[in-house]
């Protein structure tokens, strides 16, 4: 968090300085060459900063390059009065204060993806910025090379076309707006969606929905995503064929929540959600982003949805655990479609000489009860699998980089995982071809153990039968797996280190834990059958959308755990 806001205010003072310096040298000096090339760096710098700050206001900025700039034309071309020029200026002046008005209107509009429709106005009104940039880059290049003022208000006028025009339908879309709803509305109910996925997240969090939409798709009902930050939209729009949304205000979520939706998803608890809460003819369904014995796993919100999706009895547990008291009837035990791929080891494996582990530290959480991460001692366990011979996959929660300290740790263990590999030819993974070019499944089936902090990852991994450890870097001592039951079943990693040689030889070596694991896994991962697991999911989420849904009759309680225990 703070290295974000360290690079924000460099970015701040390398534009504001620069575009000071190209006005005094310009308006003061007769080194006009330089001035340009420096007013120029200044709007690099802007652009710069533009990317670090989205919601940067250049203005003061702009202007000050912008005069700079028609001084050091008007003096190179040093002919007096020049009609062209000045109505460049008025041109520029014009530019320079509607941009961002324009800029602020067009990104409150409703934007889509993957609909038979074009809303390129808010497209185009994002874009006003860089081309106001672009503008000024021209025609300062212009005045370098003495080109005729004309080229320069040539230019001007273009982008003062394309600002008339955003302008205007902006205008026509807030004064007059359409009696049958916008294109994008009409285009919805032709689609006739009957559910919504809605997200609203943090940046870096679109692993949260895109690990739903499959299941979602495979529903074989038309269908939305709902976002409510921009940054979203292409990955989102790119992982699946329903209709994608971005509706920044409350009037496009009126728009876009058209009357054929029975049924919202949820994914998180962000403050957001409140916003599409308030459609009472809607059944509300919270589905999470993952199973854990983290503190945030029991949100007291939760209360707030019409069904709670839980992937087994242990996340109901998990709630009255906290004190967070929620009717039972509104929790259904679906399971974690999610881990449906996973390769399941029936049998124990002790004693592999050479065994991949694959290691998950997770974020520092928001808030110091939610930072279960393992980082700042990390290199004590890496060291230690490095010395027993372990080729290690290290997964971090894409969150690390918000933290510096996170950030820099994180940095070391990728420089041992490099060394390693140099010295030993061991197939270390880490950074992007562990957390991208993989998904975490793949990295589950290629692992013979797992170390991770307190997280969702445990309960995915818990699928595989595979033996785990989890890192307690609280305070809790012996009251640990009274907190995080998961861990009772894994092999705990004390805070200081201190039992992490015994750890690993129960972990990789003797595993005295395999055959409880199993029971673990029914109480957090529900009693679903191998060969038909995300049908918990899918049977459920049907009958959200049509009550009458009878599914096929599932087998008996127990079945599934007869099959995959290690007895089976």
Not at 35 to 59: H, K, S
Not at 320 to 344: C, D, N, T
Not at 491 to 513: C, G, I, K, Q, W
Request: proline content about 7%.
């Amino acid at each position: 968090m703070r290295g974000d806001l360290v690079r924000k205010l460099l970015a701040r003072v390398l534009t504001t300085g620069l575009a000071v310096l190209a006005f005094l040298v310009l308006a003061l000096t007769g080194a006009t060459g330089w001035g340009l090339a420096i007013a120029v760096a200044a709007l690099a710098a802007a652009a710069v900063e533009r990317r670090i700050r989205p919601g940067a206001d250049g203005v003061a900025e702009s202007v000050l390059v912008a005069a700079g700039i028609l001084v050091g034309y008007a003096r190179r071309l040093d002919d007096g009065f020049d009609p062209a020029l000045a109505a460049t200026a008025l041109v520029l002046l014009g530019l320079v204060l509607l941009v961002g008005p324009l800029r602020q209107a067009g990104a409150l509009e409703l934007r889509a993806a993957n609909l038979p429709v074009r809303t390129w106005t808010p497209l185009v009104a994002e874009r006003l910025g860089d081309a106001l940039l672009v503008l000024l880059g021209l025609v300062a290049v212009a005045a370098a090379l003495v080109l005729p003022a004309w080229v320069a208000l040539v230019a001007a006028l273009l982008v003062g076309a394309g600002c008339a025009a955003v302008g205007l339908d902006l205008a026509r879309r807030r004064f007059r707006p359409p009696a049958g709803g916008g294109p994008v509305g009409r285009a919805l109910r032709r689609h006739q969606p009957e559910f919504v996925l809605y997200f609203s997240a943090p940046p870096g969090s679109e692993y949260q929905v895109t690990m739903w939409l499959p299941y979602l798709e495979r529903l074989g009902r038309p269908f939305l995503v709902v976002l409510r930050e921009p940054e979203f939209l292409p990955t989102v729009a790119a992982a699946t064929r329903a209709p994608v949304l971005f509706c920044p205000t409350i009037k496009t979520l009126d728009e876009a929540l058209v009357p054929s939706l029975r049924v919202a998803f949820y994914v998180n608890h962000g403050a957001k959600n409140s916003h599409c809460i308030r459609f009472s003819q809607l059944t509300h369904v919270q589905l999470h982003h993952g199973d854990s014995d983290k503190a945030p796993s029991a949100n007291p919100v939760s209360a707030i949805f019409d069904r709670i999706f839980v992937a087994g009895p242990a996340a109901v547990e998990r709630y009255a655990r906290a004190g967070v008291e929620i009717p039972a009837e509104k929790f259904v035990v679906v399971g974690r479609p999610q881990v449906e791929s996973i390769e399941v080891r029936r049998q124990p494996t002790p004693g592999l000489a050479h065994p991949t582990v694959l290691y998950t530290p997770t974020w520092t959480g928001h808030n110091a009860d939610a930072n279960y991460c393992s980082l700042p001692v990390a290199e004590t366990v890496v060291r230690r699998l490095l010395a027993r011979g372990a080729t290690v996959i290290l997964r971090a929660h894409p969150y690390t980089s918000q933290n510096p300290a996170s950030a820099r740790q994180l940095a070391r263990l990728t420089e041992l995982l490099a060394a390693d590999r140099a010295k030993t030819g061991r197939a270390h993974l880490w950074g992007a071809a562990a957390a991208r070019e993989l998904s975490l499944t793949d990295c589950v089936n290629r692992s013979d153990a797992l170390i991770s902090d307190v997280s969702g990852v445990i309960s995915d991994y818990l699928y595989s039968g595979k033996p785990y450890a989890v890192t307690d870097t609280g305070v809790d001592g012996d009251d640990f797996v009274a907190r995080f039951p998961l861990a009772g079943t894994g092999y705990v990693l004390r805070r200081d280190m201190s039992n992490v040689d015994d750890v690993l030889t129960r972990l990789l070596d003797t595993d005295p834990l395999a055959s409880a694991r199993w029971e673990t896994r029914r109480r957090y991962l529900g009693d679903f059958p191998a060969e038909a697991y995300a049908d918990g999911f899918l049977d459920a989420a049907r009958r959200e959308l049509e009550p009458e849904w009878n599914p096929p009759t599932p087998r008996a309680p127990g079945s599934a755990e007869r099959d995959l225990s290690p007895t089976a």
